[in-house]
């Protein structure tokens, strides 16, 4: 199944986070969000590519924007990942089921088991407004592709006279 | 800048050993090359105030010596080790200290971290040739293509 895309209506989900608290998709109204699906925690791509989102994170959430990464490690694992790196972003944890919203959003490996790295830009009205996955895993998607992506959909926003 | 040839630009940080090889490998390249801060601070504790030192030593003329110095030994680091390279490059210590926690230095330095998120650097070393990126230490045919 490919990535989910733009225009299609976010399918539900309910995860645990790093501290055990459930994170919804209705709790994900209201806000633009990106969810930032990754392959494994501790895992060395993965650990650069939140150490670079957390070092614009501040910028991001300046422009509206709430981040929160997803993989198929569970909370705890997801605890310990965040404490090592420093990072604030909330982990979710597609535990179990394995993988059943990565699979969902078009973004799961089934024969590597774990997420393919992909952004997936969901608006206040719980629509997809943007979605990307790299070329390979090992490809880490820049942060200016999120800020573009921001500046892109508040445009749309604007132009619609919802804003 | 410093040497002549194609133009490099290279992302880089002083606590990050891929961008101390990447860096001796362009040093010894016929390119021109322009070195830009990306500090990934929650990866390399140390390496944001260690690029407002390079600024600062920059302020005094001194930046390729003070950062062919940090890259050629990235295992002492601390302020201690710093001044002790003032010295011996012949930086003035009080007006280095005063410059890297100046305002005019960390901005120099989070320009130069903005404009590589712009142009999609996630990792260091980072290198832009034509405008082209290149993640990582040069490899072998980059390096034939530099000349």
């Not at chain 2, 410093?2 to 016929?30: N, Q």
């Not at chain 2, 062919?68 to 030994?73: G, P, R, T, V």
């Amino acid at each position: 199944m490919p990535i989910i895309e733009a225009g299609t209506a976010a399918p539900d989900f309910t995860l645990t986070d790093q501290d055990g608290n459930e994170v919804s998709l209705s709790d994900l109204e209201g806000q633009t969000n990106v969810l930032v699906f990754y392959a494994l925690d501790f895992s060395p791509t993965c650990t650069d590519q939140l150490n670079v989102y957390q070092e614009v994170l501040g910028e991001l959430e300046e422009q509206g924007a709430k981040l929160y990464g997803i993989s198929i490690d569970s909370a705890f694992a997801h605890k310990a990942f965040q404490d090592h790196l420093g990072v604030t972003i909330p982990l979710l944890a597609d535990f179990e089921p394995k993988g059943e919203v990565a699979k969902a959003y078009g973004v799961y490996i089934d024969e590597r088991g774990h997420n393919q790295r992909a952004l997936v830009m969901i608006g206040p009205d719980l629509e997809v407004k943007w979605s990307y996955h790299a070329p390979t895993s090992l490809e880490i998607p820049g942060a200016n592709l999120i800020f573009d992506a921001l500046e892109k959909y508040s445009g749309d926003v604007a132009a619609e006279g919802r804003m | 800048m410093r040497g002549e040839g194609t133009v490099v630009i290279e992302y880089g940080s002083y606590e990050c050993p891929f961008c101390a090889k990447a860096d001796a490998l362009l040093a010894a390249a016929a390119v021109r090359q322009v070195f830009r801060h990306f500090p990934v601070d929650s990866k390399h504790p140390r390496a944001r105030a260690l690029a407002h030192a390079a600024e600062a030593a920059a302020l005094q003329g001194r930046f390729w010596e003070l950062h062919e110095s940090l890259m050629a030994d990235q295992s002492h680091l601390d302020d201690p080790h710093l001044w002790r390279r003032c010295e011996e490059l012949g930086i003035d210590l009080d007006r280095f200290e005063s410059d890297r926690r100046s305002a005019e230095v960390s901005d120099r330095v989070q320009r130069d971290f903005r404009s590589g998120i712009r142009a999609g650097v996630a990792t260091t070393p980072a290198l832009f040739v034509d405008g082209v990126l290149h993640a990582g230490v040069p490899d072998a045919e980059l390096l034939a293509r530099l000349g």
